[in-house]
């Protein structure tokens, strides 16, 4: 019987080749490097976007330790430290963020990629919602991990606009918060009870939370 053999990945051979999710993850890794500020809105999106480099072969990064021990050509996200290596040699580096700003703008307006730029946009407005939802927590006193749980909700309304969204979180952690006063005390905000609370009086149909339809 003849060997089969596979092919190993490898990494995108242009800019192009990158894709619009990657092309707009390595512009936000770059724009983070260069001017000091997040790479993605929450800590979580910022893992997801190196996440996504790495399955490109774009960056290399540590995990699942936290960081290398010796690796001189390590960098680290300016907010969230996180640690990662660039690997990618089709570009010198010094001109990639333009180049690749410049093939973001060419997909733009392209009508072949209407369904990703959709797909794209849902995924950013999720991350928006959650920072805002984390803000919202945090001012009433509840656990801000509990906006991780916003993407169980989100695909409730597809296409809400952001600013919908955010006044969703803002209703359901005020009524939430209000119900579990009413029902368990003010000690009962910081526990798992305040978070029931919370998502509850989020997803009630036809209130003001985070399910609107």
Known sequence: MPDIQTSSPSPPASVEALGLRGGLFLAALLHAQQQRIPVAPTHAAALQVM???QAQM???VPWPSDRWTIR???QDTPIEGLQWAFTWTTHDPT????AVEEQLQ????DAEFAVQRRALWDELARWESELFLEQQLLKHRFDARWAR???FVFASAPGLPI????YCCWAAVRQGGVTS???TGLASMRSAGGKHHVFEEGSKPGSAGLSVH
């Not at 001109?95 to 333009?98: E, F, I, N, S, V």
């Not at 060419?106 to 307006?109: I, P, S, T």
């Open 149 to 151: 749980d916003i993407g």
């Open 51 to 53: 996440d996504a480099l």
């Open 106 to 109: 060419d997909w733009a307006g």
């Open 181 to 183: 006063i009413l029902w």
């Open 72 to 74: 001189p050509d390590a």
């Open 95 to 98: 001109h990639l963020l333009m």
């Open 58 to 60: 774009l960056i290399q």
């Open 163 to 166: 600013a919908r969204w955010r």
